[in-house]
């Protein structure tokens, strides 16, 4: 389904990802799992089409990215790190909008607001305007305009950064519901969120992928002595220790 191949890229003369390879199969849920500045965004923004890799290539069900990115855009759902919420419009407004740009057929329009109000438990909000929502509801349109037009691909960009406790939950169960028959990949820095959402975790680190792994094997593979806490702690064992020097 996804088919990630060398992927480099410099942002001037700095690397911000070094050789990247993975493949991710149909309804796989991966975590993208880093400390901030790895570069989980930037393969995000590579993987969604809206950034260029220097070099390498990256394959979304059968289509480049790069030669293709209108049919790779309407495969996948994204959820950037920043949602870009039109915050003066309704959430039915906005979702509206997000339908036409998504080239909702009009017919089909109003039939999947209804379902993604629904899916994301956002009903009771739809009338209201964005800016006056809490951050956990913003954060649910966001999800609920990423996907409006029904893509396989879900990508979701630090979905549960900035929530509070019950906001958090409220959306890790949203993005559990949503994955049946659906790939999804989703960053973050929290650990225990990927072992409550993810199958499969790739920690990234400083640009490249050290671990890429399913989650029960990783942890089988540490004779359950540890925790994925555990593994990715001895994995920046370096980088912790030169902070601290
Ligand atoms: N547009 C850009 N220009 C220059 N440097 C960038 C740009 N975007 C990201 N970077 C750098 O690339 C590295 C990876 O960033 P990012 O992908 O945002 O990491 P993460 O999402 O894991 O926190 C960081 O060092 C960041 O400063
Ligand atoms: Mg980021």
């Known amino acids: 389904m996804i ?8 942002f001037g003369g700095f690397q911000a990802l070094k050789d990247v390879s993975f493949e991710i199969n149909k309804g796989e849920i ?23 890799a220097t070099s390498g290539e990256v394959i979304i069900g059968g289509d480049d990215v790069v030669e293709n990115s209108l049919a790779v855009r309407r495969k996948i759902g994204y959820l950037p790190e920043t949602p870009p919420l039109y915050s003066n419009m309704s959430v039915k407004d906005y979702l509206k909008f997000a339908a036409q740009m998504k080239d909702v057929p009009g017919k089909q329009q109003h039939k999947q607001i209804d379902r993604v109000l629904e899916e994301c438990n956002i009903g009771d909000v739809k009338n209201k305007t964005i800016d006056n929502l809490s951050k956990g509801y913003r954060q649910r349109v966001g999800i609920a305009q990423a ?19 019950v906001q958090n939950l409220q959306v890790r169960k949203l993005i559990k519901s949503l994955r049946h028959e659906r790939t999804v990949i989703l960053s973050t820095h929290i650990l225990s969120e990927i072992e409550q959402i993810a199958q499969r975790v790739l920690i990234i ?13 990783l942890l089988k593979s540490q004779n359950g002595e540890s925790t994925l806490e555990d593994v990715f702690i001895r994995l920046h064992s370096n980088t912790a220790e030169s902070i601290d020097e």
């Open 147 to 165: 996907i409006i037009n029904e893509p396989e691909v879900l990508i979701l960009d630090e979905p549960t950064s900035g929530l509070d406790p």
């Open 205 to 217: 680190k400083s640009g490249q992928i050290i671990v890429d792994e399913s989650l029960d094997l």
């Open 30 to 52: 991966v975590g993208f799992l880093g400390q901030n500045g790895a570069g989980k965004t930037t393969l995000m923004r590579i993987l969604t089409s809206y950034l260029p």
């Open 3 to 10: 088919l990630t191949k060398n992927v480099t890229k410099y």
